[in-house]
């Protein structure tokens, strides 16, 4: 796996199975937790309202749940990866309390404009490039096509087309029903508000 940075959490570990399945792609900030501005430390941590009951019934539909977020903080030296395992090993502490979890971390520390040398660069692995799409489709055997990305960030919808999922949109554009690259993006408030219609169109 090319991620330098992944980490993977085996809290309710999904049934393996032969055929590939579709999954939901989840942003981290702005989309479970409030975006603070790079969250780096567990007390800046604070889930957006119904966020964990949404992922907690996407368990329950037994769809595989990965995380899929920048984490530029790192290749900017505002923290270190160490602090990501942290901050991501807290959610999924706080996830269980809500009967929730999240079946695959990953993260992309690398920005081009960087100031710590090791992570200044380009990164396939950076949204909207699909490289954290496919290690997500790899470990969990996901039909990306079939699947959703959720994000509240233009990197998200670009996440989406390049894989060819499905998108909602979390952010303040009245951005309903536009086409991305042959697919639909639809647009809720939260996770909580949008789990209803994803969970009706996943299996459609």
């Not at 999240?102 to 404009?113: E, T």
């Not at 096509?145 to 390049?162: F, K, Q, T």
Request: aromatic letters at 8%.
């Amino acid at each position: 796996m090319t991620l330098a940075a992944a980490s993977v959490a085996d809290v309710g570990a999904v049934s393996a199975s032969n055929a590939s399945r579709p999954g939901i792609l989840l942003d981290r900030d702005g989309t479970i937790i409030v975006d603070h501005g790079y969250v780096g430390s567990v007390e800046r941590v604070e889930f957006i309202d119904g966020a964990p009951e949404a992922i907690a019934r996407f368990n329950e539909a037994r769809i595989p749940v990965a995380v899929v977020t920048n984490q530029a903080g790192v290749a900017r030296g505002l923290y270190g990866l160490d602090d990501v395992a942290r901050v991501h090993g807290y959610i999924s502490e706080r996830l269980a309390d809500y009967g929730a979890h999240i079946d695959l971390f990953l993260y992309c520390p690398y920005h081009p404009a960087g100031v710590v040398e090791a992570f200044a660069r380009n990164s396939e692995d950076r949204k909207p490039r699909p490289g954290m799409a496919k290690a997500a489709q790899t470990m969990l055997n996901l039909d990306l096509a079939a699947s959703w990305v959720v994000g509240d960030r233009p990197e998200d919808l670009g996440l989406a087309a390049a894989i060819g999922a499905s998108a909602v949109y979390l952010g303040p554009d009245p951005i309903d029903g536009r086409d991305l690259e042959g697919r639909r993006v639809w647009r809720f408030e939260t996770l909580a508000a949008a789990a209803s219609f994803i969970l009706e169109h996943i299996a459609a």
